[in-house]
């Protein structure tokens, strides 16, 4: 029984570890798309899967 629980453990641990890298690459193309200047910050919003006010952060945009 303590195997499958360590199996269970080691997958959470890995997707964790997965998805923070997805999030990570996103952010990392926000940055690329917005330092190319081309579209508006809720066009990188959409093709990237981050919210407008994550890609506002990345540009240093503070909203009130």
Not at 42 to 63: N, P
Request: negative net charge.
């Amino acid at each position: 029984m303590g195997g499958a629980m360590i199996e269970t453990e080691a997958r959470t641990i890995l997707n964790q570890g997965l998805s923070q890298g997805r999030a990570e690459t996103k952010r990392e193309t926000a940055q690329r798309m917005l330092k190319r200047g081309k579209l508006t910050i809720e066009g990188i919003a959409e093709d990237t899967g981050l919210s407008v006010e994550e890609v506002e952060r990345l540009a240093g945009i503070q909203m009130n």
